[in-house]
């Protein structure tokens, strides 16, 4: 053979990327409109030999390109693998329905037994699933073990097509002796909501067989959710279960939570953004500890949960020997601004009564209070200039945490809460700590995490020094931890947005960590007044990779030694 015929061939095999029984198209950005303009790929798919899998992702097929390829496939009985997500791009939808049908067509014809139909990111609508709903009520789909259908717009429609479709598989495929055994199911996006959900729930009860179902994003609140649950239970070798940004609230979320400690191999349970409330979330805590041994991911991030609630998840995994990733963003702060701008009623739950109107009035004087907050800034920064001057001292980064300073306020004490420093702290004398307690407002925990941040920013080795701040911030946290009016758990929420562990959902600036902050809390965890709850909260959030405490590398070791030698209440 010539060099360029060989040379002509591999550039042909990199072009299809042909693998084992494999042939690729995938992601080529074609064109293909008519049966001229596909001869290349039709010729490709009829001499190859054993052709066990067709990828055809990110091309875009016309009705008459999709015939020609169907032709060509009526004799390739071997095929398993039909990768065909995102091959509508840019035509009508009235196109797609006939394209899928001859696709279909022409695996009934072949006698060919899929393993995997890949027909994500094709927005075919309720019509779309009507092209395969012959198909996947045929014999071709009795051996289907994946079902992707990621976004595709079926609606409820399309949801209710797809499960009597799926249910005459199973039936058909049992009479035959070899029942469908779906294992994947993939249909995020499609609004579906409780009808389509309840419909599609049906079907996975009958078949029991799935190992992983992703319904992201589909408008299913609590009637779907818990239709979806009582599939699950009928499903024991489930391991990945994906519903993120569905609405479950509490009756749903505790459905969901029944069925989940029915199941044994659970990996991943993905409930984020789904509204799971307080009470769900405790539910699936109980769920956590009766069951799940497995558990590799849990994700409730985003679901209105209270800081209590939110613990007790914490808890319930702290034995999960094979746990590598708990997501609980969104729930410590947003709760305790939640908390102090609106309330709760009597279950920890959002008052709801005139919702709207308090949101437009909140909105109206939260604006008056950031003018008049900037107003108060730029007074207090001219006022505090001149004394910085005289002091000879600079104002840092660190400086960003505004502390209230009180009229009545010792002028000394008042210097240092504003603008701290180590020769202001030590000006105030021996009795700096009791001065210190007495003005802050500890049953605020914003107040009480701020004036912990600006104590102990100015710690430093020198002996002198470092008494005074542990002094100081003993002081302080003390009465803070032993007041009944302070909402404990809004300071630890406080203190990890400051520090930059957890992202706030408003507009609070970080401090700038200094190893003095990680030190003086290292001192804290270890007195008998702190906590012991927050050991295991402040372990988890302090050991992740952070930019914001990545500066600080030495002190944040040493905290996590000791957070690591403190055994938390149980």
Known sequence: MASEDVAQLADSLAKTKVGEGELSYKGRGLKFDNAQSVEELVKDVENFQGLQAL????????????????????????LECCYWSDVFTGRVRAEIPPALTSLGSALMT??????????????????GVKGIDALLKSSVCHTLQELRLNNCGMGIGGGKILAAALTVCYKESSA???????KVFIAGR???????????????KMMGSLEEVHMPQNGITHPGVTALASAMEHNPQLRVLNLNDNTFTKKGAIAMAEALKKLRNVQVINFGDCLVRSEGAMA??????????????????????TQEAALVIAQAVRDKAQLEKLDLNGMFFFFFFFFCTYGLDDEGEPEEDDEDDEDEDDDEDEDDDDDEEEEDEEEEEEEEEEDNEDDGVKKTEQDTVSTPVSSSCPPDVASFLSFPSPDKL????????????????????????????????VFKEE?????????????VLKKAFSSPSLQSYSFISVLLVMLGLIKSEDKVKPVQVVPGHLLALEHAV?????????VAVLQAFVSRQSKSVGSCASARSTLLSTLAQIRPEC
């Open 463 to 475: 002996s002198e020094v470092k008494n005074a701040v542990l002094d100081s911030v003993d002081a």
């Open 284 to 305: 699936i805590a109980d769920a956590l500890m009766e069951g799940l041994p497995i558990l590799r991911e849990l994700n409730l991030s985003f679901g209105e949960i």
């Open 176 to 182: 035959l002796g070899s029942p469908l055994k779906l």
């Open 55 to 78: 990828r055809l992702e990110g091309n875009t097929f016309g009705v008459e390109a999709a015939k020609a390829i169907a032709m060509a496939l009526e004799k390739k009985s071997q």
């Open 110 to 127: 072949a006698g060919a037994q899929l393993r995997v139909l890949d027909l994500s990111d094709n927005a075919f609508g309720p019509d």
């Open 426 to 457: 030590l000006r105030l004398g021996a009795k700096r700590a009791l001065l210190i307690e007495q003005q802050v407002d500890v049953t605020d925990a914003a107040k009480t995490v701020e004036a912990f941040l600006k104590i102990s920013s």
């Open 190 to 204: 499609n609004r579906l909501e409780n009808d389509g959900a309840t419909a599609l729930a049906h079907a996975f």
């Open 526 to 534: 270890r007195q008998d007044y702190f906590p012991r709850e927050y």
